[in-house]
């Protein structure tokens, strides 16, 4: 455990962190399933509706450090991929 006071006030500060960064990455998949749902549905409007909620959620969420900007950018580039291979 941290001794000094700056170490313990980090200590709280990261834990507060990580408990906010683990919520936005679990409704980031929570997004990212619908949109997988809908493609494996066949549903190509409900797909695109779904994929155009997403798609801010995940840059939303790099831009706040939940994860890194690229692994954003793959993961928006896939569902995106999968949403046009739809006929």
Not at 8 to 34: C, D, F, V
Request: no cysteine; charged share 30%.
């Amino acid at each position: 455990m941290a001794t000094h006071k700056s170490a313990e006030k980090r200590a709280t500060q990261n834990e507060k962190r990580g408990i906010r960064n683990a919520s936005l990455r679990s409704s980031i998949k929570t997004s990212m399933k619908a949109v997988v749902a809908s493609v494996a549905a066949k549903g190509k409007e409900e797909a695109t509706k779904s994929l155009q909620s997403a798609i801010p959620a995940i840059a939303r969420a790099a831009a706040r450090g939940a994860f890194h900007k690229k692994t954003a950018s793959r993961r928006i580039a896939r569902l995106t991929k999968k949403v046009n291979a739809l006929p």
